[in-house]
Structure formats: structure tokens, C-alpha cells
């Protein structure tokens, strides 16, 4: 689940959350539901994210919508991104991406 991978970031990475413009108070939020380091752990922190915090820190939807994404992001000076699939099945997940996503990157 997005949402899950999503809470990660204020509980490890809590001065990106701010740059992208999301404010202390969520951070604090997060960190305080969020039990353990593993993402497994983080279900009551996922409840608190919102939808947008979820667009600006994660991936996901159809493959002509991820490389057009990747581009904007790399427009603006990306220049690292991982695939962490997530859901049922995992490696077909990342073979699509493979496919249908790299192959199309500018």
C-alpha cells in the first residue's frame, strides 16, 4: 500500500516532508503512531497521510502516467529513483515497470 510506504518518510526522512511543503505538526504526527522501523509497523501512521502527501512521495498508477511523473520529476533535478513494488505480487510488478515504464524514459 502506498499510503504505508508514504508514512516512512516522516518517521526517516522527516526534513524532506518539509521541503515538499508539508508542515512539523504531520511529521510529529506520524512519528508518534508510528511503531517499530518496518513498514509493516506503520499502519496507524498511515491513516494520517493525506492523499497529496501520497503524490508527492510515491509512484503509482499506470505506466504512461509513471513515466510522465518520472519526467517532471527529473525536470526538476531528479537524478535517483527505486521501485519498491508493493501488493500481491511483487516481482510482476517490477518486470511491467521493466517493460513498460524504462523503455520510455527520455
Do not use: M
Not at 504505508?4 to 508518534?32: C, H, M
Not at 537524478?79 to 521493466?98: K, L, Q
Request: proline fraction near 7%; aromatic fraction near 12%; charged fraction near 25%.
Amino acid at each position: 500500500d502506498t499510503r504505508v510506504i508514504a508514512a516512512w518518510y516522516p518517521q526517516t526522512a522527516p526534513r524532506y516532508v518539509e521541503l515538499a511543503g508539508f508542515n512539523g505538526s504531520l511529521v510529529d504526527k506520524v512519528q508518534a503512531a508510528y511503531r517499530g522501523g518496518h513498514f509493516h509497523e506503520a499502519a496507524a501512521a498511515a491513516q494520517l497521510i493525506p492523499d497529496e502527501f501520497i503524490d508527492a512521495f510515491t509512484l503509482a498508477g499506470p505506466p504512461d502516467y509513471c513515466v510522465d511523473r518520472i519526467n517532471e520529476l527529473r525536470a526538476l533535478g531528479l537524478e535517483h529513483f527505486e521501485i519498491f513494488p508493493v501488493g500481491g505480487d511483487r516481482h510482476a510488478t517490477a518486470r511491467r515497470f521493466a517493460q513498460e515504464v524504462i523503455p520510455k524514459l527520455n
